[in-house]
């Protein structure tokens, strides 16, 4: 999630624990505390795909950060000693303050790698998009009411409604995205679309539209449907390519793409270019922020690995309008086809 929702709910869990006794520190301390592990951001990598792939990975770890809630705690117990609440309800504390970070970002689409060091697929469980307001603003309006006001009995439920609230959201988008996505499979289903292998994620900033992808071992598929649907719901289908990385010498940094995304990856020739594309974040909408150049094509038709870089392009903006208007009208639908088409992603299959 983007670091205001991340800080505002560590500083809603600090306020509910501890602004009986510290007041407008314990919200303070909670956002401080909720921003660490986003600190890797600053880690520095020799190629975009090593960036990404080790971004939320031991700063996310639950493990690292169960160990340093426990280290943290015990050196603040050690410092300063506060008999009005016990070691291991601060403890507590700053363990949740620490988790939630993590869990909150597997709900997203990007990846958590929740069990470092082990390596199973990070986790996505993509019912909210990065920035999505309706959770964020009951922890803010909580978290406001202890800055100003401080704390009390009344600032204290404000702030644990923000909580409440925000949560009965969380629970609301994991409903929202099976439903949609049972939804979706059934019309691609109808239309002869192989779904076994499927994946959903919201859509910007709303849980009531969202992207459904398939996949088989020719093709990816994306339908768009909205909660409000109550016809048909557009969709198109494009080659994925893999068989392009059968071209190139073995390599890490592309199969650790793969791994990261559960292999929700295509890939496309273009001016002797060889470029990945992590279609779980919005392959129809053109995202160049996660295309990689991997390869590229020498004059005698030989491919070479090359140190990874970003497929240039803009963020393109102009999307938001119609998919903003799409959340509620299926009419019209949105242009997937010329999307793709922009975006230069191979051969298109549309409905």
């Known amino acids: 999630m983007d670091s205001l929702t991340q800080a505002v709910l560590g500083a809603s869990i600090g306020g509910a624990m501890l602004s009986r006794f510290h007041g407008r520190k314990a919200v303070v301390a909670g956002a401080v505390l909720a921003s660490l592990p986003d600190l890797d951001v600053f880690i520095q990598y020799a190629d975009p795909i090593s960036a990404m792939t080790y971004h939320r990975g031991f700063t996310h770890s639950l493990f690292v950060l169960t ?6 705690a015990a050196l603040w117990r050690g410092i300063k000693p506060d008999k009005r609440y016990s070691f291991l309800w601060l403890f507590t504390t700053v363990w949740l303050i620490f988790i939630t970070h993590p869990l909150l970002d597997s709900f997203t689409t990007f990846g958590t790698q929740l069990w470092w060091p082990l390596m199973p697929t990070p986790a996505s469980w993509s019912s909210l998009f990065i ?11 909580g978290a406001l009411a202890v800055l100003i006001f401080g704390g009390g009995p009344r600032t204290q439920k404000w702030i644990n409604w923000g909580l409440i609230l925000s949560s009965a959201y969380l629970v609301w988008s994991v409903g929202a995205k099976h439903w949609a996505e049972h939804r979706a499979l059934a019309q691609l289903q109808a239309q002869g679309i192989n779904t ?3 994946w959903s994620a919201a859509m910007p900033f709303n849980t009531v539209l969202w992207r459904v992808l398939t996949r088989d071992e020719h093709q990816h598929c994306e339908m768009v449907i909205s909660l409000f649907d109550r016809g048909p719901s557009e969709y198109a289908c494009v080659d994925h390519n893999r068989f392009l990385t059968q071209a ?17 990856v295509r890939f496309d020739v273009e001016e002797d270019l060889l470029i990945a594309t992590d279609i779980r974040i919005g392959a129809v909408m053109g995202v160049s922020s996660f295309r ?6 020498t004059f ?12 240039p392009g803009a963020p393109r903006w102009e999307l938001l309008k ?9 009419d019209p639908p949105l242009p997937l086809e010329k999307w793709l088409e922009k975006a230069n992603m191979g051969e298109i299959h549309s409905n």
């Open 248 to 264: 190139i010498p073995p390599s890490e940094l592309v199969d650790r793409l793969r791994w990261f995304t559960g292999d929700w």
């Open 196 to 198: 076994e292998q499927h």
């Open 292 to 297: 990689f150049v991997v390869a590229e094509q």
């Open 300 to 311: 005698d038709g030989e491919w070479h690995l090359v140190t990874p870089y970003r497929w």
């Open 322 to 330: 119609p998919m903003m208007h799409r959340i509620i009208y299926s």
């Open 131 to 141: 920035i999505d307001p309706l959770y964020t603003v009951p922890l803010l309006v």
């Open 67 to 72: 160990a340093f809630s426990l280290l943290l």
